[in-house]
């Protein structure tokens, strides 16, 4: 059975979103506050996280990112929110959440999202749950990577710049493209942080004389080839 974590502080709204899902098939896990989910999640990571953006604690874009960054898989997650600003679904979706539903919703548009949503991740966990470019194998799932049969010890970081460059391979990525997508568009980190994580991965990939891999484009990027 699928799990689906919602995180809402009003009772009502979290009566109709448990009542919906419960209907749907879904194991619904509660919780009414950032510290509460993040508490929830400590047992297992959800299928799929409906999460409001108005919370007690915690601003939902800000544990959005955090749910993206601690991940060990890939799933979903649904903002819902009442401000329904062009501006603030730009924030929803850039800060790594893959639908975002202004309230009030309709509870039949709302699951047919939910359903979507698992059927892509579903499909995408199929195509690429492994990567393979020359004798670096990734698998996406465990987030683990191999170099020649050896097993690479990554941190979070160095494994998401190394996922990005692999799915990539051959081609070139701007620096402002890898920022964005392993710091995100409003971290206080500089572009430099992104030579000293290459130069990181550099020394693992290239560890006992292996050729490099992670190719400087001068005033561009960065690319992996085989």
């Given at each position: 059975?699928?799990?689906?974590?919602?995180?809402?502080?009003?009772?009502?709204?979290?009566?109709?979103?448990?009542?919906?899902?419960?209907?749907?098939?879904?194991?619904?896990?509660?919780?009414?506050?950032?510290?509460?989910?993040?508490m929830r999640m400590k047992s297992g990571e959800p299928d799929l996280v409906l999460l409001d953006v108005m919370l007690p604690d915690i601003d939902g874009f800000e544990?959005?990112?955090?749910?993206?960054?601690?991940?060990?898989?890939?799933?979903?997650?649904?903002?819902?929110?009442?401000?329904?600003?062009?501006?603030?679904?730009?924030?929803?979706?850039?800060?790594?959440?893959?639908?975002?539903?202004?309230?009030?919703?309709?509870?039949?548009?709302?699951?047919?999202?939910?359903?979507?949503?698992?059927?892509?991740?579903?499909?995408?966990?199929?195509?690429?749950?492994?990567?393979?470019?020359?004798?670096?194998?990734?698998?996406?799932?465990?987030?683990?990577?191999?170099?020649?049969?050896?097993?690479?010890?990554?941190?979070?970081?160095?494994?998401?710049?190394?996922?990005?460059?692999?799915?990539?391979?051959?081609?070139?990525?701007?620096?402002?493209?890898?920022?964005?997508?392993?710091w995100g568009w409003d971290s206080e980190a500089s572009w430099e942080v992104i030579k000293v994580y290459v130069n990181y991965l550099r020394t693992k990939l290239n560890?006992?004389?292996?050729?490099?891999?992670?190719?400087?484009?001068?005033?561009?990027?960065?690319?992996?080839?085989?």
């Amino acid at each position: 059975m699928k799990c689906v974590l919602a995180v809402e502080d009003e009772p009502d709204i979290a009566f109709v979103l448990t009542h919906g899902l419960k209907q749907e098939g879904f194991e619904v896990i509660t919780a009414r506050s950032g510290g509460e989910a993040f508490m929830r999640m400590k047992s297992g990571e959800p299928d799929l996280v409906l999460l409001d953006v108005m919370l007690p604690d915690i601003d939902g874009f800000e544990m959005c990112r955090c749910l993206r960054e601690m991940r060990q898989r890939p799933f979903p997650i649904l903002m819902l929110s009442a401000r329904s600003t062009l501006t603030d679904k730009i924030k929803g979706l850039d800060c790594g959440a893959d639908d975002y539903i202004t309230k009030p919703f309709d509870l039949d548009e709302l699951l047919a999202r939910v359903r979507a949503s698992m059927r892509r991740v579903k499909e995408y966990t199929h195509q690429v749950e492994h990567i393979a470019v020359g004798d670096l194998v990734i698998d996406t799932a465990a987030r683990q990577a191999w170099r020649a049969g050896e097993l690479l010890t990554l941190t979070k970081k160095e494994y998401s710049l190394l996922e990005l460059l692999a799915k990539n391979a051959g081609q070139v990525l701007t620096r402002d493209c890898i920022f964005d997508h392993v710091w995100g568009w409003d971290s206080e980190a500089s572009w430099e942080v992104i030579k000293v994580y290459v130069n990181y991965l550099r020394t693992k990939l290239n560890a006992g004389g292996k050729p490099d891999m992670i190719h400087s484009v001068r005033g561009i990027g960065y690319v992996l080839r085989a």
